[in-house]
């Protein structure tokens, strides 16, 4: 087999290398060692600057820069066109992209046209002793997880979830070597235009920053009733969380979804209120320090996942829950 | 418009933990008795797309569903929906596939159906979650391909879509036909009609094997899978519950905060 190094695809967040670039290089330096291989990178934008420099800081040996207007956002046709590019040129036996809007996309996308093999949303990285890698990652919701190789397809691809693996240390002695991309991108093959990108802000702590997080599921009720969550996250200093159900009604926005194909989070707290625990949901916030479940059924599951409970109607228990945080925190 | 919607039955996923339980060795899980399988949670939403389409352009819809021969059943949910024709692809062959092999399967089915403007799939399946075959399959049909939709319009023969991201989404737009995969962002999908469902129960769903397809056998060896599952296990996770209580809920309530302010 022809295929060596690890390729680490980078992402470029608002002029910085985002925090999963730094993640992956963390991971992709540890397998490269282990292979006794090379760790590459991949930065596509429109103004790269000294982040190649950086890279390599974080570990790589070698950073391949594509910089191109047509890259200055995620577009999927034009990221596609660049990776497949250099996969062919630098023939990666391992290709690692973060689970985010961009590697969600790019990643299967670019296993289709390479024929490659790809595990998606990881949460752990290992090589085995056949030198091949193994995936491991959550199936049938969150129920089981399931270790995966590919024997023969190359580049052998995984997605890695965010904030599951420990980011690289940053080193500025480091030596590598910053590779710009050649060859100008087709634009006739950009069949599919990005028309506009619309930021939903929401008040307050952001979900996946908050120390806080107060969930709401299907049991709330109604939209009015979700008040009493938000007031608990308020006065906590807190986010606020919903379940898919719990957004389906639209008594959330969708971007307050945690779970499998929401947000994961992990603060110090999470207060699960009036939600069953189905294992998608917790799969979201299983990493929190402490979960508290709040259900009038003895049975919920959530229970079998939290550290405290209260067995009782959501309605009687917030408000005091609410009044008793606000008088001991104003103390 | 003409859709065709990939569906698959998947073993219900809203099932209580304690009833999940796999088989190691055959990697497998296995599928509790008196539970009936189901339509792909998100694969219903990609069905409830193509509705809403047909709803206001017309057209039709055809599903279908690589799976045994009990995925008619979800084959004639989709009917009861609101869509046209389905087919199950149904062959000893396709069991046990990876995504390369069931997008193949699925772009050979496609290629025998004929025209079409747009190809809908579910942004994952609700059991392996691979979440690859949408875009392997928009590879070998070599249209376009938008991942992860909350919301397909069309217009003057093209498609606008809504790809959902993690704060916020964007607005593509895509030539036509296209493959798009579906979110659950979408929105909920339609309870059939009774007499919808009385039209699908009847309706007959053929199968098609490898042969009526025309898919090479060596395309559907195992042998030359690109992924293959060398491990199945159910995460251990022990919590010791502290259930918090009071004389009345409210009383428990001030416990638990005085316990927590502890604590952080």
Redesign the interface.
Known sequence: MDNKGVLVCGEIAEGKLAPITIELLGVGRKLADELGEELSALLMGSQTGGLGQEAIAYGADKVYVAEDSLLDSYN??AYTQVAADLCSKVLPSIMLFGH??VG??L???L???L???????CLALSVDSAKLL?STR????G?????????S?RPQMATIRPKTVPPAERDDSRKGEVIPVEGKIDPSAL??????????EVEGVKLEDAEVVVSGGRGIGSAQNFEMIRELANVLGGAVGAT?PAC?EGWAP??LQIG??G?VVSP??YIAVALSG???HVAGC?GSK????INKD?EA?I???????????YK??????TA??KE??AA | MNIIVCVKQVLDPEIPPAKFKIDPEAKQVIPPPGVPPVISLFDERAVEAACRLKDKHGGTITVISLGPAKAAEVVKHAVAMGADEGFVLQDAAFEGLDSFGIAYVLGKAIQKIGAYDLVLCGRQSADWGNSQVGSILAEILGIPVITLAGDIEAADNKLKVKRILKDGYEVLEAPIPSLVTVSNEIGIPRLPAGVRIMLAARKQVPVWTAQDIGAEPAQLDKANAHTEVTGLSVPTRKTECEIVTGDTPGQAAENLASKLAELL
């Not at chain 1, 129920?143 to 024997?151: D, F, G, L, P």
């Not at chain 1, 069949?191 to 939903?200: A, G, S, T, Y």
């Not at chain 1, 402490?290 to 479940?293: P, R, T």
């Not at chain 1, 009687?316 to 829950?321: D, G, K, R, S």
Request: with cysteine; charged share 25%.
């Open positions: 999927s046709d985010t809007d969600c996309d990643a299967p996308r296993n289709g046209r024929g490659g093999g790809l595990a998606m949303d193994v959550p199936v049938f919701g129920n089981a997880h399931a270790s995966m190789v590919s024997k397809a069949k599919v235009k990005v028309v506009d990108r619309i930021k939903e898919r389906d969708m971007t499998q194909t947000k110090k707290l189905a294992i998608q299983l402490y979960i508290v479940a003895k599951t229970f079998s996942v939290a550290h405290f409970g209260i067995v009782a109607d009687e228990v917030l408000p005091a829950l008793k945080f001991l925190l």
